[in-house]
C-alpha cells in the first residue's frame, strides 16, 4: 500500500489540475456499461504533461520497491498501462512486456508481448482499476504463463467493493497511487465539488449500479 497521504493527496491534485480527472455529479458520464457516472477518468492525459508523468513514474517505481521488493520484469496492461509500464520498467532498469486482452487474430496471436521466461516474478502496471474483470485477465494470462505475478500497481482505482473483493480472491495484492476517496477530498479542497455534493459522490462509490437511475 502507499503509506504517504500527501502522495496520495499529490496524485489526486495532478489528476484533477490536468483533467485526467473530471468530476461532474450534476451532468453524469455514462460508462459503456451504462452506469450513470459523477466521475470521468482518463489517465492518458498524464503522458501530455512531463512533470505529472515524471511524478507518478518515480513513485510507481518506489512503490514497487516498498511494497514488492525488485521483480524481475515489469508489465503493463493494454492498452492505459503500456506507457506508464514501459516509463516504469525504464526507471528501474527492467526489462518490459505488455498484455492483450485477447490474442491477436493474425501473425503469431500472441497474448503477451515481448520476451519473458516461466518462473519470473511480475509487477504489473495497470492505469485505472474499475471492476478489476480487465485487470485480472491479464493476471491470469501471466500466471498461465508461468510468470509469477507478485501483485499489480495502478494510478486510480474507485474502490468499488467488487474490485476489492475480486483482487482478495484471486490472491493479487493492489498497490495504487491514489482512490476515489482522496480524490473526493482533495477536489473538496480544492474547490472543484461542494460540501453538499459529497453524499452523492460517496453514495455512487458504494453503488454504482443505481446510482443515478
Known amino acids: 500500500m502507499i503509506k504517504n497521504k500527501d502522495t496520495k493527496l499529490k496524485v489526486a491534485e495532478f489528476l484533477l489540475q490536468i483533467k485526467a480527472i473530471k468530476l461532474q455529479p450534476q451532468k453524469p458520464f455514462t460508462w459503456a456499461s451504462g452506469w450513470k457516472s459523477p466521475i470521468y477518468c482518463d489517465n492518458r492525459v498524464i503522458l501530455s504533461y512531463p512533470k505529472v508523468r515524471t511524478y507518478i513514474r518515480q513513485e510507481f517505481s518506489k512503490a514497487i520497491i516498498e511494497n514488492f521488493d525488485t521483480p524481475d520484469i515489469i508489465a503493463g496492461v493494454a492498452t492505459g498501462g503500456i506507457a506508464h509500464g514501459a516509463l516504469v520498467a525504464q526507471e528501474l532498469n527492467l526489462p518490459f512486456i505488455y498484455v492483450r486482452s485477447e490474442a491477436k487474430k493474425h501473425g503469431l496471436t500472441n497474448v503477451i508481448e515481448g520476451y519473458f521466461e516461466p518462473k519470473q516474478n511480475v509487477v504489473v502496471i495497470e492505469d485505472l482499476i474499475s471492476t478489476g474483470k ?19 500497481a495502478a494510478i486510480f482505482t474507485y474502490g468499488f467493493k467488487v474490485s476489492e473483493e475480486s483482487f482478495a480472491k484471486e490472491k493479487c495484492p493492489l498497490i495504487t497511487l491514489t482512490n476515489y476517496q482522496v480524490l473526493i477530498e482533495q477536489a473538496f479542497a480544492n474547490g472543484v465539488i461542494t460540501e453538499n455534493q459529497i453524499e452523492s459522490l460517496n453514495k455512487w462509490s458504494k453503488a454504482p449500479d443505481k446510482w443515478g437511475a
Open 134 to 152: 480487465s485487470s485480472l485477465n491479464v493476471v491470469k494470462s501471466l500466471r498461465e504463463a508461468g510468470c509469477i505475478v507478485k501483485g499489480m
